[in-house]
Every structure is written in structure tokens, then in C-alpha cells.
């Protein structure tokens, strides 16, 4: 095949991000007033062009690359760099992205004389909102008012609306030189000595309800705000990885880098991550929570945060514009002028059905890996509120399955994790409408009822505990009784409205091996049906079989590959003991990662086959990259390969470890389970065996298969 290496998802953009702010630049960091490009602040655009002169030329950037998360630094040509003496003169671009934006403009000559340069900036604010400048399309707007401030050398740019308050101050400051500001332009003469240097800072800080955002110092090294903080104990944190296998080595350090700056730095949760970037800079529950549950062999703190924050924003009343109902965990919280405006509910949106029982599994999970039962019982009333709405609103219609609907009408109309408005169709490639009660909300639900079981027993309430365990075996035999297709191998994605089975071929099988939902006599089946052809594209499973006549492998949900679901299935897989389908979606998902700069996975791959006529899969054209759960699923696979379930009560890990041929070695320096820390070393004998070592705290390492996995040799 030929070779591809360093694909970019957004060629022509660059991004760095800190919080709730996002700096997205053309790819030599400039701001030229081209949509999607600005400085946003809480979702709205507060720098939306910005033009720099040096005597008159716009300096054109010959090298940019970011610095950490939060920093850029360019460098761009002022004067001839080849002439004799040395006139040469370049002009340093760095920009520290904050609450505020600070940029950084240092003139730097090599020249034997003093050079006299005359700079101006050029700025404007169009207060846009993240989605509207992703889509280039305004849904709000209103003019935009200037005022200077002589005695203070600010210039205020103000939204001239009624209804929002929104403004942006900007401040250009020069070492001992005077800055004017006239005709809509600051301008600044400066006088650089010769082999010396003359600085300007631009600060740009955005006011929000009378509240000023404050620009962060300008250093590379992570500051001491709250995002800063949270990025700085990741980075500390998380788990390093080494193998003789470059692409995983490479992939596994581009993902733990990349959970390490995606934090929002919340009061209820610092080191619980955003969704994305550029367009999911935001609170997103179910997101949050499962990038921090595919990362737990990382470190777990992630996972705590994130419970914690979904904790803090349980729906309180029944709202129909938001899709909220009292204990309902959040979907979505933005803070962009759409949604502020009342233009969508995103401020607190509701709208979705996977969250609660993924609260209550992945609670169960840190617990597993923790111990930390004070965590637990502090979170224990949001189990309770989870569960009552999943008992109270859950399954409206009493059939013992949670369906979904929407009241609110700008809310999602699927709201189970393909929530995209023709997600789920039928065998014929018709949308089904809803309610609909898809196969992965009955297998979350199945889940969460045997981890919450876990939990309140652990917190000494063992017949509550015992009670959901029943409800777990009963749900198991009556989802596979209506659900199970055996004439195709699978099971079906839904049952619609009319309770009948939508009859689709879909990835989302892949997520009910990983609850333990289908019973072990028919897993293989089910795993084989999962890397069919049609389902297998040779660097991940599609959502959609490509035999579907809705099938389109560059939608976002019919037959898209997404990473996410590869961490997941890969777990699923693991838990059943189906090695060569395991090993064949990890090495799809490894060589996927090495096409793409920093073997950086983006949110979504396209569904196209990987063969000769398709060199690299390409992306879902508005694919996020970051994308906190792509990062957490080359650490799930990872976990998937060793089959490493922690026990952190009984301060043990329980492995099955079955390394591929491509993937001979791998080191874990710094696994945390129960508090002890653990370096683990794994080896691929002859003949396939392995080998397995650990160094570190008092910790049990014992080699044991899943019982579901020796269910399933068994009854091969």
C-alpha cells in the first residue's frame, strides 16, 4: 500500500486552547478574519480578525507550531536575511491563550545599525458564537461599538445589544514608547538597536456581565490558573507507555498529551476534559465521563473530576425546552451567545438517555480501580437521583426497556450515543422515528445496575445492592429475547415505536459485549458479524453496515468509523476472549493513528475500505482533533490487549495478556490501582505465550481470564 504519514484533520488551522478559551489561527497563526478563525472566550468570538503591519507589510509567518496546549509561537522575515552586513530582521509572534489572550510581538535584528520600524494593528470583535463561526452562518447578531480610552490606552470594542452583555478590551503596551491609537488602528514607531530586540503586548480580555477575563503572563510553562493547574497535575499523572512498536509507543504518548491539556478547569471538576476541539469546548457529560473511563489505566483522577462535575449539574425540574426532568444527568452546557440568547437550550440541555446509567457504570469502575470509598459515598445521592430517573422517566411505557423521545423542539432527536437526526435507520434506510429504544441503552442500563450494585454494597447498603443484581439478570434475558436477530448474527439496533426490531446491521453489538449483556454461547458469533466486510473497513467498525442503503462513510453516524467505539469494542472483546478480532481492530485503529500527524486519532475516520484504491480512510469533514475520547481509546485498547481488570479492594490486578505479533513488548511505568503504583511489563513468547512482570508498590498481579472468556472457550 502506499505510504501516507501526517495527515492533518484541519489543514489549514491551527488551535491551542486553555479553559473555557480557544485561539484558532490560519497555519501561520494568523487571525485574517476567515471563519472559523478568532479568539474565543466562553464560546464567543472576541478577536475576529487581526491584522499586524511592519512598515507597511503584513509579515507573512514561514514557521509556527504551538508550545504546550496553551501557547503558539511563529516567526516571520522583516528584512533581508541574506544580505551583507547583516540586515537581517525577524519579527517573534507568541500568544498565550488564557481566560484572556495575550500576544507577544518581538522584533529581533541581527542588523549592524539600528533599525527604525513603524508597526500597526488592526483588531475587530464580531462576537460570534463557536457554531457560527464553525458553520459561517450568523443566527444572532448586532452592531459592534468602539470606544478609546486615552488615559488608560484601552480600546473597548462593545456587542450593541440589549439583551446580552458582551465586550472586549484590548490594550497594546510597548516598552518606554508611546502607542497611539487612530483611524481605527493602534500604531507604534519602534527603535531597535543593533543585534537587540523592541516587544509590544497585545492583551485582549474579554468582559462578560460586567466581569473582566484576565490575560494570562506570557511563559510557556503551565500557569497557575485553573486549567493551568489541571493540565500541569495530568501531565504529572499519567501513565507513560513504551513498546519496540513505534506507532504504539507514539500513539499512546500523542494521547495521554492530549487528555493532559484538554481539562476545562471546573470548580467541581479541574481535570475533567472537554469533548473537543475547536467545536466542543464545553461541558459534555456523557463524553466527559467516558474519555475519563477508557483513560482509567492512565490515572484516575480524570474520572473522579468527571463524576464530580456531572454530579454538580443534575437536572432540578421538569423543562421541556431543555429536555430536563429532576436527577437527569446534563448532556450539554455551552456558554456562546446562541445559547445564552435563548436561541437553542444549550446553556443546559438534558437531552439524552446514556449519561445516567454511564454515571452509575463508570462510578462502579473507579471504585474497581480506586478503593476510594470517601469518593464514593460523596457521590453516592447522585446514584440515588440516577437511578429514580431512570426508574421515574426512563421507561415511560412500562416494557422494561428505556426509550427515548424529545419534547424539546431544538433538542437532539436521538438521544442515545448516536444522537445525530438520521443516526438510527431501518434495514431499508429509512430514519425510524421516535421513541426508540436502542440495543446500547439497554446494555448501559444492564451495566449500571450490576456496578451500582457494586457500589451501594461497598457503601453498606447490601440489600439494596442485591436487589439490582436480580434486576440485572432479569433485564439480561429479556433484552436478548427481543433483541437477538439469529438469522443475522446480531442484534437489533432498536426496537421502534411499534416495538419491533429495526433490523439494521450497526456497531453498536460492539458496546453490548463490553457490558457482559450477551450471553456467552453467541459472542463469537456476534464478534464475527462485527468484522464482516461490511462492518470492518479495515481500520475500525463502522456505525453502519455498508450494505445499508442509508450507508455514506463520511456521515456522522451511517457508517462513519469512530475511535471511541474501537476503545470500547475492543474491551467487549477482550471480556469474551475473541483475540484475533481484538487484534485485528487494534492493529486498525494502530496504523490508523500513524497516518495522522502525532499519531493523533480525530473524532470520526470515514467508513471507505482500507485497500489500494484508498491510501487513508480520510475524516467526518468537521471532525474535532483533540478529541478526548479518540485520546482514551488508544489507552483502552491498550487495557483491552492485556485484558487488565484492577480488584483494587483486594489490591490486585487480574490480567489475561495476549499481545498480537505486530505488538511484542510493552512497558506501563506508573499504573495506579488502590492507591499503589505499579510499573508492568509484558512479553510475546514463541508460540504466542506471555510473559508478565511488576515493579512497585505491594500490589498482586495474577494472570486470570475473564469468566466470560472462559465461558466462551468453553463452549467452542
Known sequence: MTRVRNLRVRPDLLYVA???????????????GTDPQGFFARNTRVLSVERITVEGREPVPFSTG???????????????????????????????????????????SYAQQPLRMAVELRLGADFADTGEAERGRRVQEGGIGASWDAAA???????????????????????????????????????????????????????????????????????????????????AELTRLSSSNFDVTAAWRCAVEDLSVLPLGEPAGPTAPMAGLPIYQEIFGRDTMTASWQALLAGPTMLADSLRLNAD???????????????????????????????????SYYGDWSTAPDFLVFLGQYLAWTGDLRTVRELLPTARRALEWIERYGDVDG??????????PAGLKNQGWKDSDTAVVDEHGRVVPNPIATSELQAYWYAALRHAAVVFTAAGHPARGA???ARAHALRRRFHRAYWLPERGCYAMALGPDKRPVRSVNSNDGHLLTTGIVPARVAPVVAGRLLAPDMFSGWGVRTLSAENPAYNPFSYHRGSVWPVEAGTI????????????????AEGMFAAAALFEEHRLPEVLSGLPRDAAHPHPGVYPNSCSPQAWSASSIIALVQALLALRPAAPLRTIFVDPHLPEWLPDLRL??????????????????GGRTSISARGDRLAVVRRPTLLALSTRHRR
Open 153 to 235: 490606552g484601552e480600546l473597548r470594542l462593545s456587542y450593541l445589544r440589549d439583551d446580552i452583555d458582551r465586550a472586549v478590551a484590548v490594550q497594546v503596551r510597548a516598552d518606554g514608547v508611546p502607542v497611539r491609537y487612530a483611524d481605527s488602528a493602534f500604531a507604534v514607531e519602534v527603535v531597535v538597536p543593533p543585534h537587540g530586540t523592541a516587544r509590544l503586548d497585545v492583551v485582549v480580555e474579554p468582559i462578560f456581565d460586567g466581569e473582566r477575563l484576565a490575560a494570562p503572563p506570557a511563559t510557556f510553562t503551565e500557569p497557575a490558573d485553573p486549567a493551568g493547574s489541571a493540565r500541569a497535575r495530568l501531565a
Open 467 to 469: 436487589a439490582l443484581v
Open 313 to 347: 449539574h443534575l437536572g432540578r425540574r421538569v423543562d421541556d425546552w431543555r429536555d430536563e426532568e429532576p436527577g437527569k444527568p446534563l448532556h450539554e452546557a455551552r456558554r456562546g451567545p446562541v445559547s445564552v440568547l435563548g436561541l437553542d437550550p444549550f446553556t
Open 66 to 108: 504551538n508550545v504546550q496546549g496553551h501557547a503558539q509561537l511563529s516567526y516571520a522575515e522583516l528584512a533581508d536575511g541574506e544580505a551583507m552586513p547583516s540586515r537581517a530582521a525577524y519579527l517573534l509572534t507568541e500568544r498565550f491563550v488564557g481566560d484572556g489572550l495575550r500576544t507577544r510581538l518581538t522584533v529581533v
Open 18 to 32: 486553555s479553559g473555557w478559551s480557544t485561539l484558532v489561527t490560519d497555519a501561520r497563526g494568523r487571525i485574517t
Open 399 to 408: 416494557d422494561g426497556f428505556l426509550e427515548y423521545h424529545r419534547r424539546s
Open 669 to 686: 511505568e506508573g499504573v495506579q490501582v488502590g492507591g499503589a503504583t505499579v510499573d508492568l511489563t509484558v512479553r510475546r513468547r514463541r
Open 570 to 585: 475492543g474491551l467487549g472483546l477482550a471480556r469474551y476472549g475473541c483475540w484475533a478480532h481484538l487484534h485485528r481492530l
